[in-house]
């Protein structure tokens, strides 16, 4: 992907700015649009992409010139960080860039949801990920499984450190696969689940490999999920809550987020699998008493999600249109309803034997 | 202080109390007094030192105005003891003949010569005499006068009112040479009262008599210090022409008590030598009208037949009154009186085209200070003015109030809630002039909302707003515009340092041309466009928050 460098990507981002300036143009910072209006679906690669919309940040314009102030700063913070070798994180990038300007009561940033969107923005200008920004990523993910692998010359194996798992780091570029024993990874939305199957050594007894993204998925953890689903060809399951929140969760695993599209080819897993829960599975395994009704939040983003080209396949409208008239949310736990190992014993089983995925 | 004929009650508008006092004449003067503290001025101990300080200063500007002197005006109000006050007042006024001394300050005469009209600054009903009686009645010190024409001789004196005879009565009357040849009027009276230095205080009615009289020079020489309202001008607005009444305008007791003292034989020759624009045959045809016959003696008319005669007077097509008569303050004078008690950035001043109510002319005037260091929080100051008179009370009863209130002043850049005053740094003042104001009430603090008085307040308001919105408009603009180039000048330095750790060129020179871009002005996009893209992020669920972070 990156023909130059990140740090040279950053000079140049400075000397067109700097060109500008010269040549007594407004200075300006493209950035390409990410929202749903600029986001492209490749039904065929099964991906999300970003299209050629972009957005100009001006800096003599009254409405953009403290973001593009913020811009520089972000942008010469990571050139720096390159240069020394350093590695940090978005809570201390905006510690090291918040400070009052001269002869004014205004902060260069006040709160880290100003600093957090411009390091994307200049992922998605420079065409870059924030690792390569020497900016960690969440870490959050836990895995286990019959693996034994590489990480900074020692070797860990997933199976053998007890009931916390493998912690997944924000990089998972530079780790080496020495061994894979596994017939399908599972993808589990909520932490509580993935320690039912843990303990209940499902892993073990059905030869798979257990991630929790615990929520959303972070990067090093849709990166791991897309290393072992092509390196070593297995199919994956996602196995989340049937609301909307939990249905998004397994769309980005599959096919990308949009704040990240341009990233898709690099964080999707687009032969993942939809396991459950659904609201099909509500009346199929008797969990109606352990539904949740679903709020007005809810159903306004299940029928924005209908509109989502990506989710156009007839069994999730089936589904969607499902959730919006029965109005029934089901979480993870509702399994539990039936009987602590219900999931672990006949729900999975029941679903892997029989195929019963969404696609 | 010197009164202006030297003659009787004061010749203006309203006429209330001593219309009361007519009927009152076989009472003492201080039980009528007593009655009708409230129709006065003297209603309460504050009230009544501003009433006083408001009828000494009242006669001194009409009656230097009248010898055409520039006013030169000095009110002291020393405090003797808790509630015991003496106020002096003294004006360069042309004086008071030795022999109308006593007329002039203590008699109180009632009936005088109603039917004539001119502007003049409205008294209190009994005018200075209610302020000798108030003295006289709550310390029983007499008046301590001191007057001269101007020739060799100044009078000192001092005056008592017998209450039961209504006679003045002057005692050690002593004569002094006067060598500097010094004209004038100077009154000490021993008062009770109660001293406030608020909203309806003598300094604020002094204040605002200086706005609407730049020409005078005021000294005040109050319980806490003395106060210097400085002339400003040499120009004293044009003397105002005495009228006759005309038909529309008159009130039937008034007409009643005009045919009883009148010098006309006939009724035919009193409409037409007593009222202005009535000829020989809107003589006949009013008569006609009344069915009465053209040779009756006024005095004979019995009052349903003038009740006739005042509903035919009315029904008669008539020419409006002349409205020469009016004596405006002018745009020049209100400016110069605004620019000199108040600091604000932007003055305008509008002197309405005289007009007629009733058969009454009168004239509008508005006047607007704007911004500097006028209190920009809470509603704006108004200042009515009736015949160059400051209105201090019954604001809110107020035709000029009312017309205020309607005027939109959104429109000129303010704000205002609904049927309120305007919010901002804004005085508005108001001129009222006419030969008869009409007040509502006895206190004359309020003027009655006649449909044209209304209007024609809120045309001359509207014509000074536009003039104010042009300029609030532009002081907006060049606020904007400097705040503007402050956010880019406070910006350019982090982006020019940021853009040195990124490329390894120096800072100063990007600095440099930053800022002359800035000065240029002409790259900067004002307009709020969320950096050109139409779609915001609504689309985008909480997604972000793990995946991204």
């Known amino acids: 992907m990156a023909e130059r460098n990140p740090k040279e990507k950053l000079v140049k981002m400075g000397n067109d700015i700097i060109k500008e300036v010269d040549a007594k143009e407004n200075p300006k910072i493209e950035i390409p649009i990410r929202s749903l209006s600029n986001i492209i679906y490749n039904d065929k690669s099964k991906s999300l992409s970003i299209g050629d919309k972009t957005s100009k940040r001006f800096f003599f314009n009254v409405a953009h010139a403290k973001k593009f102030m913020q811009t520089t700063m972000v942008a010469a913070f990571c050139k720096e960080l390159i240069e020394g070798k350093i590695h940090t994180n978005l809570r201390d990038m905006f510690y090291n860039l918040k400070r009052t300007l001269k002869d004014s009561e205004e902060n260069t940033f006040d709160e880290q949801s100003e600093s957090d969107p411009i390091v994307v923005d200049i992922e998605v200008a420079l065409d870059m990920l924030r690792e390569q920004l020497h900016l960690g990523a969440d870490v959050r993910g836990r895995v286990v499984g019959n693996v034994s692998i590489v990480d900074r010359g020692d070797v860990v194996n997933w199976g053998k450190l007890g009931s916390g798992g493998w912690a997944i780091p924000s990089i998972v570029e530079e780790i080496t696969f020495k061994s894979v024993d596994a017939k399908f990874i599972l993808v589990i939305e909520k932490n509580a689940a993935f320690e039912r199957l843990h303990e209940d050594k499902f892993w073990q007894k059905h030869n798979c490999i257990i991630i929790t993204t615990q929520g959303q998925a972070a990067r090093g953890c849709r990166r791991l999920i897309q290393r072992l689903s092509a390196e070593f060809k297995l199919p994956v399951y996602v196995f989340c809550d049937s609301d909307p929140y939990g249905w998004y969760i397994y769309s980005v695993i599959k096919f990308g987020s949009m704040s990240l599209a341009h990233q898709s080819d690099r964080l999707g897993t687009p032969n993942a699998r939809y396991i459950g829960l659904t609201v099909s599975d509500i009346e199929e395994f008797g969990l109606d008493k352990f539904t949740i009704r679903a709020k007005d939040v809810d159903i306004k983003r299940a029928k924005d999600m209908m509109k989502y080209e990506w989710f156009q396949a007839p069994e999730w409208q089936k589904e969607l249109k499902l959730l919006v008239d029965k109005k029934k949310k089901a979480e993870l736990e509702a399994l539990s309803g039936r009987g602590l190992r219900f999931m672990t014993e006949e729900y999975l089983p029941k679903k892997i034997k029989n195929k019963d995925f969404l696609p | ?549």
Not at chain 2, 320 to 337: K, V
Not at chain 2, 420 to 434: D, K, N
Not at chain 2, 498 to 508: P, R, V
């Open chain 2, 1 to 549: 202080m010197a009164a202006k004929d030297g003659l009787g009650a004061p010749i203006s508008d309203n006429m209330t109390a001593e219309d009361i006092a007519l009927n009152m004449k076989e009472i003492s003067v201080a039980e009528f007094f007593e009655k009708n503290r409230h129709l006065l001025g003297y209603e309460n101990s504050s009230k009544a030192m501003l009433t006083i300080v408001k009828e000494g200063v009242d006669n001194s500007l009409d009656a230097c105005e009248d010898a055409g002197i520039l006013p030169e005006l000095k009110v002291t109000v020393k405090q003797l003891g808790i509630d015991r006050f003496r106020i002096i007042m003294e004006d360069n006024g042309p004086g008071v003949v030795e022999a109308k001394m006593a007329l002039a300050f203590g008699k109180m005469l009632f009936g005088s010569k109603f039917h004539r009209l001119k502007q003049s600054r409205g008294k209190q009903g009994l005018g200075i005499r209610g302020a000798i009686l108030y003295a006289q009645l709550t310390t029983g010190k007499p008046a301590k006068i001191r007057t001269s024409t101007g020739d060799a001789k100044v009078h000192e004196f001092e005056l008592l009112i017998d209450t039961v005879r209504n006679e003045p009565k002057i005692s050690a009357h002593t004569t002094a040479p006067n060598k500097e040849r010094w004209h004038g009027v100077s009154i000490e009276l021993e008062i009770e009262g109660v001293y406030v230095e608020r909203a309806q205080s003598i300094h604020e009615y002094l204040k605002r008599t200086a706005i609407a009289n730049p020409y005078a020079h005021i000294i005040y020489n109050g319980p806490n210090g003395v106060l210097k309202y400085e002339r400003t001008t040499n120009t004293m607005p044009k003397h105002p022409k005495e009228i006759k009444p005309h038909p529309y305008g008159i009130e039937l007791g008034i007409l009643i008590r005009m045919m009883a003292t009148t010098r006309s034989q006939n009724v035919r020759s009193f409409l037409m030598g007593e009222f202005s624009r009535v000829g020989g045959s809107s003589a006949d045809q009013i008569l006609a009208l009344a069915k009465l016959e053209a040779g009756r003696k006024p005095a004979s008319i019995a009052n349903d037949e003038a009740e006739r005669l005042h509903k035919s007077m009315q029904m008669v097509k008539l020419i409006a009154p002349p409205t020469d008569c009016i004596s405006p303050m002018t745009e020049t004078l209100i400016e110069n009186g605004l620019k000199k008690e108040l600091e604000a950035d932007f003055y305008v001043a509008i002197t309405r085209p005289p007009s007629v109510y009733r058969g009454n002319p009168f004239q509008v005037e508005v006047g607007l200070a704007y911004g500097g260091k006028l209190n920009p929080q809470g509603a704006a100051e108004l200042y009515r003015f009736a015949n160059k008179v400051p209105l201090l009370y019954h604001q809110s009863s107020c035709a000029i109030t009312k017309a205020v209130e309607e005027v939109d002043w959104k429109r000129y850049g303010l704000q205002q809630s609904s049927g309120g005053m305007p919010v901002g740094p804004l005085v508005v003042l108001v001129h009222f002039a006419s030969v008869w104001v009409p007040f509502t009430s006895e206190g004359k603090e309020a003027i009655a909302e006649y449909p044209e008085i209304i209007k024609d307040i809120k045309l001359a308001i509207q014509d000074a707003g536009r003039n104010l919105a042009s300029f609030v408009r532009s002081q907006r603009k060049s606020r904007e515009g400097q705040m503007r180039r402050q956010l880019f000048e406070r910006y350019i330095p982090v982006v020019a340092e940021s853009l040195e750790k990124l490329t390894g060129k120096d800072h100063a020179p990007i600095e440099m041309k930053l800022e002359a871009m800035v000065k240029a002005g002409k790259l900067i996009i004002v307009e709020p466009a969320e950096e050109t893209k139409t779609e915001t992020k609504k689309a985008e669920p909480a997604e972000d928050e793990g995946a991204d972070e």
